[in-house]
């Protein structure tokens, strides 16, 4: 007796049958022999396999659960009983896989429809040996969040219609081997998501399981999305309250600078259903960027400025001051003023910016997110401007998570993106892009709040319309003979008084090359055991300055 006959004899009894035990003993033994160990077969499991290859093959059409009660004479209601435990076995086994209809009425009976596996019932029609068969073999629902993930790629590479990939996505999802874990039968069950909100849903659970604090959409609403109409509509139903995502409590949304770099967090109740699976989400208030350091991880410094300088600090730490800094911000508020404190510090090379910069962060026991901007510049058209509002972002974050005193945002070197644009060549290729940076940095300062202080060592290079977004500007100019003096022997503390004033006279030296003479005198102390002559002292002077003859400029 053949395979083929085997099922047909299985198929042939199990009509009308109402699933009462038939005989089929030899039939069944002989299509489990082929099918091989590990997969055999009982009486329904036998009888729903052969009912299904033979629909497949007479009307090249997939066979749904109603469809085989009507076979077996029994009711839908005992179909969902008898046969789905069978229709699970099958799939748990590879033999069958599902495929899901686009009528979404009476979804338990209509929707799911089976198909036996293609590469086996072209090898039972052509008489082969059973074929390997690709078994899903899923250890955890991270795993399943992957494949649907994977899946979901197909949508932006454009391969099959969109429907049958969502229907591919909704098969996974409900696949018993999916369904064997809490958190994907929280999502059928309880979650209840469908299509776009499902794939979000997922994008943003794996990766806040990756570790993320916080997941940006737009990439991946790429994905999702072929018009940037549709992008746009789905943000504006989360970010108004009105997606299924937010009014079922399942993400919640991260605030940002800017609505279209949207990024979204899992709430509470997801987490806890990830947790009913020992899924653990890092959960943490305090957003932290790698650019971020804080205020105990700065070193104290003594800085010495011309008494006009000094005046115009001292004002800025008052500022700073915890109930000055809440006091003035209630009273921009009140005025309708942008909560903002802008400093901008503009000085020769040396001239201690950075310093000061940290030292106003310490004194006032604030955090401080440095960013060197003359880095961010990227050859890829486009990648700039996403750097500088990802650091305006992260900076918005930072302002909103901190418990107390809120952080400031050093720009160093602001003026290789704060260009003047009137000097940018027109006729250049990267003219508008150069132009494009400069209108993403100025909005992005017009819409900040908090403490925002800029560096720079070329004032007059800075476009004009940078002015009136820095409400402070504060030169670090040439200290006199006295502040210069005070510099060194600060410095160089085993220098006398008379001797730190006589280089003071000698050496136009700015503060940055000052720390580097006294570093040297630090190595030369290591390898002498004694602290550096003055002749010595002189000498590093020399050195320093050999590499910089025409600096005028100086300063701390």
Not at 156 to 180: F, L, M, V, W
Not at 207 to 228: P, R, T, W, Y
Not at 262 to 279: G, H, R
Not at 450 to 461: F, K, M, Q, S, V
Request: negative net charge; hydrophobic residues 40%; aromatic residues 8%.
């Amino acid at each position: 007796m053949s395979l083929l006959t085997a099922i047909e004899n299985i198929y042939l009894q199990a009509q009308k049958s109402k699933l009462h035990p038939i005989l089929i003993k030899e039939d069944m033994a002989l299509l489990n022999k082929y099918l091989g160990k590990g997969r055999k077969l009982n009486m329904i499991e036998s009888m729903c396999f052969a009912t299904i290859l033979v629909n497949n093959l007479e009307s090249e059409a997939n066979v749904n659960l109603y469809e085989l009660a009507l076979d077996f004479s029994i009711s839908p209601l005992a179909a969902t009983a008898q046969i789905l435990p069978a229709i699970e076995a099958l799939l748990n086994k590879g033999l069958i896989s599902i495929s899901i209809s686009k009528r979404r009425a009476n979804e338990i009976l209509r929707q799911k429809y089976y198909t036996i596996e293609a590469t086996l019932m072209d090898a039972i029609i052509s008489e082969r040996p059973m074929p390997e068969l690709k078994q899903t073999i899923w250890e955890s629902s991270l795993d399943v969040l992957n494949e649907i993930l994977i899946t979901a790629k197909n949508l932006h590479a454009c391969r099959g219609q969109r429907e049958d990939i969502y229907a591919n996505i909704q098969q996974i999802i409900e696949n018993p081997n999916s369904t064997k874990f809490k958190f994907i039968r929280w999502i059928n069950e309880e979650a209840k998501l469908k299509d776009e909100s499902l794939l979000v849903f997922c994008h943003v659970v794996y990766e806040s399981l990756n570790g993320a604090s916080s997941v940006e959409f737009k990439e991946f609403s790429q994905i999702l999305f072929k018009k940037q109409v549709a992008h746009i509509l789905f943000v504006q139903k989360i970010v108004n309250g009105e997606s299924y995502l937010i009014t079922n409590d399942l993400i919640k949304i991260h605030k940002t600078a800017f609505l279209e770099d949207i990024e979204l967090q899992l709430t509470s109740k997801t987490i806890a259903a990830l947790a009913e699976e020992n899924l653990i989400v890092i959960v943490n208030d305090q957003y932290i960027t790698k650019d971020l350091i804080l205020p105990e991880n700065i070193s104290a410094q003594t800085l010495f400025y011309n008494p006009e300088v000094e005046n115009k600090i001292a004002e800025l730490h008052q500022f700073l001051e915890e109930a000055k800094y809440e006091q003035l911000m209630q009273r921009l508020k009140e005025k309708n003023l942008p909560q903002l404190i802008s400093v901008i510090l503009y000085g020769p090379p040396g001239s201690g910016k950075t310093e000061l910069s940290k030292q106003l962060a310490y004194q006032s026991n604030r955090a401080i997110m440095s960013v060197d901007l003359s880095k961010v510049k990227s050859a890829y058209y486009g990648e700039t401007e996403k750097k500088i509002k990802r650091i305006f972002s992260d900076y918005d974050k930072l302002v909103r998570s901190s418990n107390g005193l809120e952080p400031i945002l050093l720009l160093n070197e602001a003026d290789g993106i704060l260009r003047n644009r009137a000097e940018i060549n027109s006729s250049s290729n990267v003219a508008s892009t150069e132009h494009l940076l400069i209108t993403v940095l100025l909005q992005c300062l017009e819409d900040a709040s908090g403490i925002i202080i800029a560096t720079t060592n070329l004032i007059t290079n800075l476009d004009a319309a940078f002015n009136r977004r820095f409400l402070f500007k504060l030169e670090l100019n040439e200290p006199s003979l006295l502040v210069r003096s005070k510099i060194v022997k600060d410095k160089i503390q085993h220098l006398t008084d008379e001797q730190a004033v006589a280089l003071a006279r000698t050496y136009n030296a700015t503060g940055g090359q000052i720390s580097n003479v006294f570093k040297k005198s630090e190595f030369h102390y290591i390898l002498n055991g004694e602290p550096a002559p003055f002749e010595i002292i002189q000498s590093f002077f020399d050195e320093e300055l050999s590499l910089q003859q025409g600096t005028n400029k100086i300063g701390f």
